[in-house]
Structures are given as structure tokens and as C-alpha cells.
């Protein structure tokens, strides 16, 4: 079975400022990272995926994520975060068809 | 908006209720999900069907008990449930072709039960 960590369990950041959030996996042969936004009261959103070719991935919203095979991570990027994007967001991994692994979250304040 | 519809939105239920969740998906997807999340934790497995098959049950109790009439519907029946049962259930699909690992889940809303 896959691990996911998201060492980060709260990111504060400014409006108009750069954020990262990361995300570091159990490694494996091949696999399959996404990672989701969940905002208040709705289910999970996906914002990007990786599934082969390019290791950057571009998703919804303006966020990208880099896929890094020797450090076993996906971390998640925004240039610059607005009001919305205060949100939960949830990197997960799949291996398997129907075998989805999630981490812990990282719950997103972005600051006025 | 979400191509995944639960219903209902919200319920409340006594511990000596039976009510039924459901989801409905119409984007040919072949497998369905059951999750249970509590607030601020990432969404737990509970039932996966696979082809109108169950094919994953992660040892949960029998309070719960599901039901995929067709590849479009999957319902989540409860019965006798708990105070600690109260969370967000999400239903989610995806389409795992046979041989290719790779699609993503895509979620519904939710439903949030409270059982009083």
C-alpha cells in the first residue's frame, strides 16, 4: 500500500504572494499523483494530474505541480494566491484502477 | 457544478432510523465510491464497486450497507447508526479501463449526516 505525507498541516500566505504545498509519497514501480481542493461544505475538486510525459503539470486555477521521481514528490505551486483559493487541498496517489491513497491535507489561509 | 449528484444534501437521522443515500453519475464511468470524512481529515474508503461488482468493503459495519443497482446508481443504506456515524459521506466515480490504472476520481458534494 502507498503512503502520502503532506508535512504541512496549515499554510497561511498573503494575497498576491507565492505559496507551495507540499507532498511526499511511498515510492513504487509506476504511479498516479493528483492533487484535489476541497472548499467548504462540497466535495473534492480536482486541480491536476500526473499521469506520464511531462514531470510539470498544469491544473484549474492557475496551480502546477512538479512531478519528482528521485525525491519521490508532487508539490504543488501557485505564482500568486487569491482570497479563493483558501481552501483544503489534498494530494493523493493511486497504483492500482480503484486503490486512491490520500494524505492528511493542508488547509490553505490566505491572508488579506 | 459536479457531475456526480448525492442526494440528499443534508440529513438528520435518529439511531433507530433506516435511510438511504444516494449518487448518480451519467458519464459512463464503471466504478463507484463510498467515502466517510470527518472535518479536516481526507476522506476514508468504505466501498468501492467495480463493474456493478463490490470489490473493496474496508471492514466497515454493517450499519452500512450499499447497493449499485446499475452502473449509474449507488445507494448507502443506514440503519441503527451511531452518534460518531456523523460526517460528510462523498460518493465519487471514476473509469478504470481494463488495463490502464490512471483515471482520477471525480466527486459529488456530499451528503452531511448527523445522527442524533
Known amino acids: 500500500a502507498q503512503s502520502v505525507t503532506q508535512l504541512d498541516s496549515q499554510v497561511p500566505v498573503f494575497e498576491e504572494a507565492p505559496v507551495e504545498l507540499r507532498c511526499n509519497y511511498s515510492s513504487s514501480v509506476s504511479v498516479y499523483l493528483f492533487w484535489y481542493v476541497q472548499y467548504p461544505n462540497q466535495g473534492l475538486q480536482l486541480l491536476l494530474k500526473?499521469?506520464?510525459?511531462?514531470?510539470l503539470v498544469k491544473g484549474i486555477n492557475g496551480f502546477e505541480a512538479e512531478f519528482n521521481k528521485s525525491q519521490t514528490s508532487f508539490h504543488l505551486r501557485k505564482p500568486s494566491v487569491h482570497i479563493s483559493d483558501t481552501a483544503e487541498y489534498f494530494c493523493a496517489v493511486s497504483d492500482t484502477g480503484n486503490q486512491f491513497y490520500f494524505g492528511t491535507g493542508t488547509s490553505l489561509t490566505v491572508i488579506p | 457544478d459536479t457531475e456526480v449528484t448525492q442526494t440528499p444534501k443534508h440529513l438528520v437521522m435518529g439511531m433507530t432510523n433506516k435511510k438511504s443515500l444516494k449518487c448518480e453519475q451519467h458519464m459512463g464511468h464503471r466504478a463507484m465510491y463510498w467515502y466517510k470524512q470527518k472535518a479536516k481529515k481526507p476522506p476514508e474508503l468504505m466501498f468501492v464497486y467495480s463493474y456493478e461488482k463490490l470489490s473493496i468493503n474496508e471492514s466497515v459495519p454493517s450499519r452500512f450497507s450499499p447497493e449499485c443497482p446499475n452502473s449509474s446508481l449507488l445507494n448507502l443504506h443506514l440503519h441503527a447508526l451511531q452518534p460518531e456515524d456523523s460526517a460528510l459521506y462523498l460518493c465519487?466515480?471514476?473509469?478504470?479501463?481494463?488495463?490502464?490504472?490512471?483515471?482520477?476520481?471525480?466527486f459529488g458534494n456530499g451528503t452531511r449526516l448527523t445522527v442524533t
Open positions: 500526473y499521469l506520464s510525459g511531462s514531470t
Open positions: 465519487a466515480s471514476s473509469s478504470p479501463t481494463r488495463g490502464q490504472d490512471n483515471s482520477p476520481l471525480h
